[in-house]
C-alpha cells in the first residue's frame, strides 16, 4: 500500500524503500508512465546506501486532489512545485531528486525556483531549455512531437479520454526502438492511468506548454521566476538515449552554458525513450555514482 503526504493542494501517494538510514533521493516518473519505472534502478540505489522515496505524479495513480475546485493544471512549474511541497511534507529540507521526461523538466525546473533545496539532480530522456512556446525546433524534432500537437485537437482529446490505454500502449511501442516492453510491464504502469484527473492534467499540460490553453494563474510567479533566470546552479547530471525518438538526443545538445554549477551529459547509444528500464543496470550505476559522489 502507498503511503501519502499532503501538501495544500494534494495527497501525493508514494512509495519509500531502501536503507533507513540512507540519504534521501526521490525519483520523480514521466508521462505516460509511473513509479513502476524506477522498479528494476532501486536496488542498485539501494545497495550504494541510497533511501528512495517515489511519488505519483498529480492526476496519476492514487494521488489526489483535495479540492474539487483546484484548477486540474500540469503546467511543468506546477509539478516542480509539487515537488518542492511534497519535500516539505516530509520535512525534507534538502534532498537529491532524479527526475524522467514530465519528472526531468519538473526536478530542472525546481532547481530554478528552489536551488538550496535541491543537493543534486539527475535528468533523463530530456535536455533543459526555458519554458517558452515560441522555441525553434528542428524539424525532426517537430515530426517527433506529433502526440503533443495531436492532443491540440478534440480528436486529440477524446482518444486520451475514451481510449487512453490504446493511445499510450502505442506511444511505449514507438518510443522503445528496437526494444519490446512486455504486456505485463505496461499493464502495471497504465493502472495509473485510471486516476480520474489524469486527461484533465494530460490535456492540459501539453496545450499550456504551446500555447494552446492558458495558465493557472496560481503559477504565475513560479513562470516569471524561471524566465527570468533559467540557469542552473545545482550540480546536474543528464542522461538521453542515443535512439531517443520521443525527445531526440540533439535537444539535450549544447546546453552547457545554462548551467553554472557542474554539469555533465551521457548519451547512451542505442536506447530510447525509457534509459531506467531499458538499461537499469547501467542508469542505476551511473545514478548511483552520481549522487553518491
Not at 144 to 159: F, S
Not at 218 to 237: G, M, N, Y
Given at each position: 500500500?502507498?503511503?501519502?503526504?499532503?501538501?495544500?493542494?494534494?495527497?501525493?501517494?508514494?512509495?519509500?524503500?531502501?536503507?533507513?538510514?540512507?540519504?534521501?533521493?526521490?525519483?520523480?516518473?514521466?508521462?505516460?508512465?509511473?513509479?513502476?519505472?524506477?522498479?528494476?534502478?532501486?536496488?542498485?540505489?539501494?545497495?550504494?546506501?541510497?533511501?528512495?522515496?517515489?511519488?505519483?505524479?498529480?492526476?496519476?495513480?492514487?494521488?489526489?486532489?483535495?479540492?474539487?475546485?483546484?484548477?486540474?493544471?500540469?503546467?511543468?512549474?506546477?509539478?516542480?512545485?509539487?515537488?518542492?511541497?511534497?519535500?516539505?511534507?516530509?520535512?525534507?529540507?534538502?534532498?537529491?531528486?532524479?527526475?524522467?521526461?514530465?519528472?526531468?523538466?519538473?526536478?530542472?525546473?525546481?532547481?530554478?525556483?528552489?536551488?538550496?533545496?535541491?543537493?543534486?539532480?539527475?535528468?533523463?530522456?530530456?535536455?533543459?531549455?526555458?519554458?517558452?512556446?515560441?522555441?525553434?525546433?528542428?524539424?525532426?524534432?517537430?515530426?517527433?512531437?506529433?502526440?503533443?500537437?495531436?492532443?491540440?485537437?478534440?480528436r486529440g482529446a477524446a482518444l486520451v479520454r475514451d481510449d487512453r490505454e490504446a493511445y499510450t500502449r502505442y506511444?511505449?511501442?514507438?518510443?522503445?526502438?528496437?526494444?519490446?516492453?512486455?504486456?505485463?510491464?505496461?499493464?502495471?504502469?497504465?493502472?495509473?492511468?485510471?486516476?480520474?484527473?489524469?486527461?484533465?492534467?494530460?490535456?492540459?499540460?501539453?496545450?499550456?506548454?504551446?500555447?494552446?490553453?492558458?495558465?493557472?494563474?496560481?503559477?504565475?510567479?513560479?513562470?516569471?521566476?524561471?524566465?527570468?533566470?533559467?540557469?542552473?546552479?545545482?550540480?546536474?547530471?543528464?542522461?538521453?538515449?542515443?535512439?531517443?525518438?520521443?525527445?531526440g538526443p540533439g535537444t539535450s545538445e549544447g546546453k552547457e552554458g545554462l548551467f553554472l554549477g557542474p554539469y555533465?551529459?551521457?548519451?547512451?547509444?542505442?536506447?530510447?525513450?525509457?534509459?531506467?528500464?531499458?538499461?537499469?543496470?547501467?542508469?542505476?550505476?551511473?545514478?548511483?555514482?552520481?549522487?553518491?559522489?
Amino acid at each position: 500500500m502507498p503511503l501519502f503526504a499532503s501538501t495544500a493542494l494534494l495527497d501525493i501517494a508514494y512509495e519509500a524503500a531502501g536503507p533507513a538510514d540512507g540519504s534521501p533521493v526521490i525519483l520523480v516518473h514521466g508521462w505516460p508512465d509511473s513509479p513502476r519505472t524506477w522498479d528494476r534502478v532501486l536496488p542498485v540505489l539501494h545497495a550504494a546506501g541510497l533511501r528512495t522515496i517515489v511519488p505519483w505524479l498529480r492526476g496519476f495513480g492514487p494521488t489526489r486532489f483535495r479540492s474539487e475546485e483546484t484548477p486540474r493544471t500540469g503546467q511543468i512549474v506546477a509539478l516542480a512545485r509539487d515537488l518542492l511541497d511534497f519535500s516539505d511534507a516530509l520535512s525534507l529540507r534538502r534532498f537529491r531528486v532524479v527526475g524522467h521526461d514530465w519528472g526531468a523538466r519538473a526536478t530542472y525546473t525546481a532547481c530554478c525556483l528552489a536551488p538550496d533545496r535541491v543537493e543534486k539532480a539527475a535528468a533523463l530522456s530530456v535536455g533543459w531549455n526555458a519554458l517558452d512556446p515560441d522555441q525553434a525546433l528542428p524539424m525532426p524534432q517537430i515530426r517527433n512531437y506529433w502526440y503533443q500537437w495531436y492532443m491540440a485537437t478534440d480528436r486529440g482529446a477524446a482518444l486520451v479520454r475514451d481510449d487512453r490505454e490504446a493511445y499510450t500502449r502505442y506511444i511505449w511501442t514507438l518510443w522503445n526502438p528496437g526494444w519490446t516492453v512486455s504486456d505485463e510491464e505496461f499493464a502495471a504502469t497504465a493502472a495509473s492511468f485510471a486516476n480520474p484527473d489524469w486527461p484533465a492534467i494530460t490535456l492540459h499540460s501539453y496545450r499550456q506548454r504551446w500555447g494552446f490553453a492558458p495558465g493557472d494563474p496560481a503559477c504565475e510567479a513560479d513562470e516569471a521566476q524561471v524566465k527570468a533566470d533559467s540557469r542552473i546552479r545545482v550540480p546536474t547530471l543528464c542522461l538521453h538515449g542515443g535512439a531517443d525518438p520521443a525527445s531526440g538526443p540533439g535537444t539535450s545538445e549544447g546546453k552547457e552554458g545554462l548551467f553554472l554549477g557542474p554539469y555533465e551529459r551521457r548519451v547512451l547509444p542505442g536506447v530510447g525513450h525509457f534509459p531506467q528500464r531499458q538499461r537499469s543496470e547501467e542508469v542505476g550505476g551511473l545514478l548511483a555514482g552520481f549522487l553518491t559522489s
